[in-house]
T-cell receptor
Framework: KAGVTQTPRYLIKTRGQQVTLSCSPISGHRSVSWYQQTPGQGLQFLFE???????NKGNFPGRFSGRQFSNSRSEMNVSTLELGDSALYLCASSPTADHTQYFGPGTRLTVL | EDQVTQSPEALRLQEGESSSLNCSYT??????LFWYRQDPGKGPEFLFTLYSAGEEKEKERLKATLTKKESFLHITAPKPEDSATYLCAGADSNYQLIWGAGTKLIIKP
């Protein structure tokens, strides 16, 4: 089975712009979670989607949003980018049977 | 408040020198304790899930154990390729993962 894929792998944006990141889960996985990882804060949970519905949400401002499509692919959007949004954004999918999360390679976002 | 704490923050070992990484947790209604390995610039790679105190799982040079308050990742005779950051996470009653900050392991040849 193919693993979790994320596109793009690298992005450079400037403050005030917006960005959309994409995640394709492992085939058959219906749950997709998003995380932000920075050296100082570690892995921070953004949100989880299951069957196109947001099931859990972390403590991030409303500038961070996401959605899931009927084929389980997911996107996250960050509007009005700030310098502090520079991070590795990770997507993870998990099967319904157990809740093990399998991660993609991440998207490295740099905000200048 | 649910919390997961890993120690030490960093560990340097000589090749072949066995040691253990610690993960202490206070997670209400723990649904599982997960261990991952992360290489620089990559996503975490799943290693183990432990569900109940006393459970042990092994994979190559790694063995994970679980008590009611902590989990250990034992590394036996490590090799340089075992160098990575090891992350643990506890799943709460909603299966949301509470992550530790990780232990950076460096194995010197």
């Amino acid at each position: 089975k193919a693993g979790v894929t994320q596109t793009p792998r690298y992005l450079i944006k400037t403050r005030g712009q917006q960005v959309t990141l994409s995640c394709s889960p492992i085939s058959g996985h219906r749950s997709v979670s998003w995380y932000q990882q920075t050296p100082g804060q570690g892995l921070q949970f953004l949100f989880e989607y299951f069957s196109e519905t947001q099931r859990n949400k972390g403590n991030f401002p409303g500038r961070f949003s996401g959605r899931q499509f009927s084929n389980s692919r997911s996107e996250m959007n960050v509007s009005t980018l700030e310098l502090g949004d520079s991070a590795l954004y990770l997507c993870a999918s998990s099967p319904t049977a157990d809740h093990t999360q399998y991660f993609g390679p991440g998207t490295r976002l740099t905000v200048l | 408040e649910d919390q997961v704490t890993q120690s030490p923050e960093a560990l340097r070992l000589q090749e072949g020198e066995s040691s253990s990484l610690n993960c202490s947790y206070t997670v209400s209604g723990l649904r599982g304790l997960f261990w991952y390995r992360q290489d620089p610039g990559k996503g975490p790679e799943f290693l183990f899930t432990l569900y109940s105190a006393g459970e042990e799982k092994e994979k190559e040079r790694l063995k994970a154990t679980l008590t009611k308050k902590e989990s250990f990742l034992h590394i036996t005779a490590p090799k340089p390729e075992d160098s990575a950051t090891y992350l643990c996470a506890g799943a709460d009653s909603n299966y949301q993962l509470i992550w530790g900050a990780g232990t950076k392991l460096i194995i010197k040849p």
